[in-house]
């Protein structure tokens, strides 16, 4: 079972709808949560980060935890052609990041 | 521009060629780390440095890779001796040490072997 597990796609929704992306993961020991957006040939970018249980909202975007189900969400509202993009969720392992595979994500106009 | 940059951005080469790339952090960031992204992948870390002191390397750095990071600035990657397999995007990163969790990432270099 790999560390970090993220439904690779691709996630088609109409402008406006809400997007849920989401990952599972299997280590406890995890204690940051992050989510970048990576666009075609481009390196990634951060857009949030969380520390604990509970939710971190930052403009569209919401980002969720659950550690007693070992499960993140990240929430974006309003969607735009211009989120088209791969989201990876990321957490750390000491002092490395572990990434998920990516989910690619198209907003129809 | 003050983020992190990555040159090549494009390197076609052919198999057994020994090929260098080069990344620039964000300048005052002391952690630089490199990545390998292939199609359809995140990015896999391969090793980081703090300051000049190379930290950890993974188990995916075979002994054709080496990575650099003289006076704790820039850094190099190079592969020696390239096959296929090693077709991937390489992506460096940059943080202050203890915000490992904030990265900031270049635009990568492509690597095709042929």
């Known amino acids: 079972q790999k560390e970090v597990e993220q439904d690779p796609g691709p996630l088609s929704v109409p402008e406006g709808a809400i997007v849920s992306l989401n990952c599972t993961y299997s280590?406890?020991?995890?204690?940051?949560f992050m989510w970048y957006r990576q666009y075609s040939r481009k390196g990634p970018e951060l857009l949030m980060y969380t520390y604990s249980s509970g939710n971190k909202e930052d403009g569209r975007f919401t980002a969720q935890v659950d550690k007693s189900s070992k499960y993140i969400s990240l929430f974006i509202r309003d969607s735009q052609p211009s989120d088209s993009a791969t989201y990876l969720c990321a957490m750390n392992r000491d002092d490395k990041i572990i990434f998920g595979k990516g989910t690619r994500l198209h907003i129809l106009p | 521009d003050t983020g992190v940059s990555q040159n090549p951005r494009h390197k076609i080469t052919k198999r057994g060629q020994n090929v260098t790339f080069r990344c620039d952090p964000i300048?005052?960031?002391?952690?630089l780390y490199w990545y390998r992204q292939t199609l359809g992948q995140g990015p896999e870390f391969l090793t980081y440095?703090?300051?000049?002191?190379?930290?950890?390397k993974s188990r995916l750095l075979s002994d054709r890779f080496s990575a650099e990071r003289p006076k704790g600035s820039f850094s190099t990657l190079e592969i020696q001796r390239t096959e296929q397999g090693d077709s991937a995007m390489y992506l460096c990163?940059?943080?202050?040490?203890?915000?490992?969790?904030?990265?900031?990432f270049g635009p990568g270099t492509r690597l095709t072997v042929l």
């Open positions: 300048s005052e960031h002391n952690r």
């Open positions: 440095f703090q300051n000049e002191a190379q930290l950890e």
């Open positions: 280590n406890s020991a995890f204690q940051y």
């Open positions: 990163a940059s943080s202050l040490a203890g915000t490992y969790n904030e990265q900031f």
